[in-house]
């Protein structure tokens, strides 16, 4: 029976609901009194929350009973209602126990309550695996979703952590890359200069034909002077060398395992192997591999692998007499006449080796332009009547000058694309000898020339260069003599403008020490817009956040209680031809809706107040181009991918966005060498842009 008899458990039910109905009666009549207690203010829940919260607790009660009784019913007879009682009694025991939820005291209580009716071993593996569904599994699930919380609220500090371990690991893997892979060589060299392992060879000869074993320590040898050579190329990063070196690594440990079952070195070469396969990211830079520039320190190197090889093979079969018969000698126990065709095939492949680097094309040496460089260009890009010319200040392009100084070219390099970005910078009349200046660099180097983004009103100096033109796109500029918020077309403009300043926003542009404290805020709103956009920092004909090269240009902002909310550089011509913006960010937790285009509003009427004539809101990639049946291969392509694109780029709604400010569009080229090149040229030129070939298809 149970332990309380039925006038006790009445008792107890008249009790408890005594007990509700005061709480209610209070809860009723001093619910809107607050009491201090040591600091701190407490105030009782109205009648209708406290009636809500007595129905959730009596349902999370009546669940949690109802998922055990499930459990136990198999095992006894037991009336839901007895059992409830013994359940609510048992867990009020354990609450007055002080033990961390009833643990063990609750078991307790319905063991010895219960065990009359269900079997002990029955009713505690019950309670197991009550505790188990309605606690364990829960507090894992609750702490795991703790734990990802605290990761997402902590992420920018993780982010700054991984950053920092990133660098260190990146500086030193290509390294200790390089030594590995001047290691496997070694190994390979000195085990084909030394005899076998006379066991082994005999238990290997009933397995493999004697050729097989022949070909391998030839083989193994080539490796091993292949992974020398190679060895610069990974501690430069290349990501070819990356791949061969992954490919001989491969092939050694099988030629290590068919010359001799050297599993020792087999085993050393795999876990070099296995180090190598995930390091893939770190080896990033495209180069051919054997035009790869070995300085004085890798010579000797090589060259004292190679000779100390030489003698100890010699050392090692100084007892065998030479003849010329040793060259041709197949045998099992052959190990002097392997080392000898294999010292000959060592020697050869490294004097292939060393042929094609002294006979390779002089390879073009990029360097970014230092201060004085840039000291020179600043002046001509000022004056340029375009100002895209002023994304030479930006530091991330070469600069080819003029001999006179009177102008230079900003380009690129991606593969074999040489992309010079705009039309030539400076005084019109070097134009002609500075492009053909760049299209004989080019061509020095085996490159493709190109020239992107270029005006139609200079087309015939590119014809003339040899250069093939395609159309890439329409720059929209909007004429700041004509441009008013008056009018239908600019109407939506006009309440944009109208709403943004009633909501107390202002417009604000500086520059030199007066963005000193400004900095700090563009640097946030910069980072927080990256992390909504999920992408990284654009280049070449896009801007980027820098805040050294960001702080030769005005910058123009918008803030609201002295916050900033968007910001913008700004790009000035002297002779006020036109004014343009680069870098535009604004704060995505903050900025109200069309923050940027009150930005863009209060920059033209800024513009147009200072004699200005024309605001150029730059191009739009693919718009304008021809689909009719006349029209150019590559502009019925390039339409085709304007109307069907917008999956991968936003060319259509770019065009949409610059439209509603009434701009003139101006057509945009890309000159090139060769029509058939384009494919690669627009490819790479979007590489560029996008920081690399992955950020074409990241956000």
């Not at 033990?99 to 309550?113: D, I, N, Q, S, Y």
């Amino acid at each position: 029976g149970f332990i309380w008899g039925a006038r006790s458990l009445q008792a107890a039910g008249y009790a408890l609901l005594a007990g509700i109905g005061i709480y209610l009666a209070v809860l009723t009549a001093a619910h809107r009194r607050s009491w201090k207690f040591r600091g701190w203010t407490f105030r009782l829940p109205s009648p209708g929350v406290g009636f809500l919260q007595l129905f959730l607790t009596a349902l999370d009660w009546f669940s949690a009973a109802a998922a055990l009784y499930v459990l136990i019913l198999p095992f006894g007879p037991v009336s839901f209602y007895h059992f409830f009682i013994v359940y609510v009694l048992g867990h009020g025991v354990g609450m007055i126990s002080q033990v961390p939820g009833g643990a063990g005291v609750f078991e307790a209580m319905m063991v010895k309550t219960l065990r009359a009716r269900v079997p002990a071993p029955m009713l505690v593996m019950a309670l197991l695996a009550y505790r188990l569904l309605y606690y364990l599994i829960p507090l894992m699930l609750a702490t795991l979703m703790l734990g990802l919380r605290e990761v997402h609220l902590g992420q920018k500090q993780l982010r700054r952590w991984f950053k920092t371990t990133g660098i260190l690991i990146a500086k030193f893997t290509p390294h200790v890359a390089a030594l590995s892979t001047f290691t496997a060589g070694i190994i390979l060299l000195v085990s084909g200069a030394t005899p076998a392992d006379g066991t082994r060879l005999a238990w290997l000869k009933d397995v493999l034909p004697l050729p097989v074993m022949e070909v391998s320590h030839l083989m193994g040898s080539l490796a091993g002077v292949a992974l020398l050579f190679l060895a610069r190329s990974i501690q430069r990063r290349v990501d070819m060398a990356y791949f061969w070196t992954i490919f001989l690594l491969g092939l050694g440990i099988l030629f290590s395992l068919l010359k001799g079952w050297d599993y020792e070195e087999a085993m050393i070469l795999g876990i070099m192997l296995l180090c190598f396969l995930p390091s893939r990211r770190f080896f990033y830079r495209k180069s051919a591999l054997l035009i790869d520039r070995f300085s004085p320190l890798w010579v000797i190197s090589i060259l004292t692998v190679l000779g100390v090889v030489i003698w100890f093979g010699f050392l090692s079969y100084r007892h065998i007499e030479y003849s010329h018969e040793l060259w041709w000698r197949f045998r099992l126990h052959g190990d002097a006449p392997r080392f000898l065709r294999g010292m000959v095939g060592m020697l050869s492949m490294a004097l292939i080796l060393s042929l094609t680097h002294l006979t390779r094309i002089a390879r073009f040496e990029q360097s970014l332009p230092d201060l004085t460089q840039l000291a020179l260009a600043w002046p001509l890009a000022r004056a340029s009547r375009d100002t895209v010319a002023n994304l030479a200040m930006m530091g991330d392009k070469q600069l080819l000058f003029h001999p006179s100084g009177r102008g230079f070219i900003m380009f690129s390099i991606y593969g074999r694309s040489w992309v010079a970005l705009g039309d030539p910078v400076g005084d019109e009349k070097v134009w002609p000898e500075l492009i053909l200046k760049f299209r004989s660099l080019v061509d020095q180097h085996e490159g493709i020339c190109s020239f992107y983004q270029v005006g139609s009103e200079h087309l015939p100096r590119y014809l003339d260069a040899g250069l093939s033109l395609v159309k890439v796109g329409e720059e929209a500029r909007v004429a700041l003599n004509a441009f008013t918020l008056e009018g239908g077309h600019y109407k939506t403009l006009r309440q944009t403008e109208h709403r943004l300043t009633r909501e107390g926003c202002v417009f604000k542009l500086g520059r030199g020490a007066e963005l000193d404290e400004r900095w700090e805020s563009f640097r946030d709103i910069s980072d927080a817009w990256l992390m909504l956009k999920e992408t990284r920092e654009k280049g070449f004909s896009l801007g980027f956040y820098e805040e050294k090269h960001l702080r030769q240009f005005p910058m123009a902002w918008s803030e609201k209680g002295g916050e900033v909310l968007a910001f913008s550089n700004l790009f000035e011509s002297t002779a006020k031809e036109e004014l343009s913006v680069d870098l535009m960010r604004y704060d995505p937790a903050h900025a109200p809706s069309g923050i940027m285009d009150y930005l863009f509003i209060r920059l033209m009427l800024w513009g147009k107040e200072q004699g200005y004539q024309a605001f150029n809101l730059g191009m739009a990639p693919l718009s304008g181009l021809e689909s009719h049946a006349f029209a150019p291969f590559w502009n019925k392509i390039g339409s085709l991918i304007f109307s069907h694109g917008e999956r991968f780029y936003h060319f259509e709604g770019l065009r949409q966005y610059k439209e509603k400010f009434g701009p003139l569009w101006r057509p945009r080229y890309l000159a090139v060498q060769g029509g058939f090149s384009v494919p690669k040229v627009l490819t790479d030129i979007a590489a560029l842009n996008s920081g690399g070939i992955s950020g074409v298809f990241a956000r």
